[in-house]
């Protein structure tokens, strides 16, 4: 069974700190890695990873795959309050459909 | 302009009884999805459909029946609901891996 997991849980900094988050799999027939942000509704798209070693950047977000050890990493810097979400990894696996299979989450909270 | 809508965004209602949530999305992607995630915000696959026909189907009770008149509709039908049927119900679209949501329907049995 495909196994995505997440860390840490949860994790409370304050404004203006970079945080790390982390998220490792176990799949069958890798296709791609993706992480979403879910505030209070839906969860919104953030990247997609397909390759090892290539940074995808969108402003204070980046995130980076390694294919060879099955994990990925998200980064923000100069995290800010609007930043306080939960964020979620998922990976695409599986030949012929484009199903997710998601971590638990990671609930980060910035307070000012 | 919605991608993904949902109704109702809220349904209360009481065990056993027989509901419906509809989804549309806007978008023009083939394949729709339906998510439920949990109190613990565990987001889980239930169906998937591509142009109308079923292509992922987890272990999910045979209460839960999806139906898509067509490939910009998916609704959930839920039969006899359970006090642990209470959740929200994402649906999300896609034409590859990337996925968008709906904004969710929280379901409370009671």
């Known amino acids: 069974e495909d196994k995505v997991v997440q860390s840490p849980l949860s994790l409370v900094v304050h404004e203006g700190d970079t945080v790390t988050l982390n998220c490792s799999y176990e799949?069958?027939?890798?296709?791609?890695l993706l992480w979403y942000k879910q505030e209070k509704k839906a969860p919104t798209f953030l990247f997609m990873l397909t390759s090892s070693g290539i940074e995808k950047k969108s402003g204070r977000l980046s995130s980076i795959l390694d294919k060879k050890e099955l994990f990925s990493i998200l980064n923000i810097t100069a995290t800010q309050t609007g930043d306080s979400a939960i964020y979620l990894c998922a990976v695409n696996s599986g030949a012929g459909s484009y199903q997710l299979t998601f971590g638990k989450g990671t609930k980060l909270s910035v307070i000012p | 302009d919605t991608a993904v809508s949902q109704t109702p965004k809220y349904l209360v209602t009481q065990m056993g009884n027989d509901k419906s949530i509809k989804c549309e999305q806007n978008?023009?992607?083939?394949?729709m999805y339906w998510y439920k995630q949990d109190s613990k915000k565990f987001l889980k696959i239930m169906f998937s459909?591509?142009?109308?026909?079923?292509?992922i189907n987890e272990t999910v009770p045979n209460r839960f029946s999806p139906k898509s008149p067509d490939k910009a509709h998916l609704n959930l039908h839920i039969n006899s609901l359970e006090l642990g049927d209470s959740a929200v119900y994402f649906c999300?679209?896609?034409?590859?891996?990337?996925?968008?949501f709906g904004p969710g329907t929280r379901l409370t049995v009671t």
């Open positions: 799949v069958t027939n890798f296709r791609s």
């Open positions: 978008l023009g992607h083939d394949t």
């Open positions: 999300a679209s896609s034409q590859w891996a990337e996925q968008y």
């Open positions: 459909y591509n142009n109308k026909e079923l292509i």
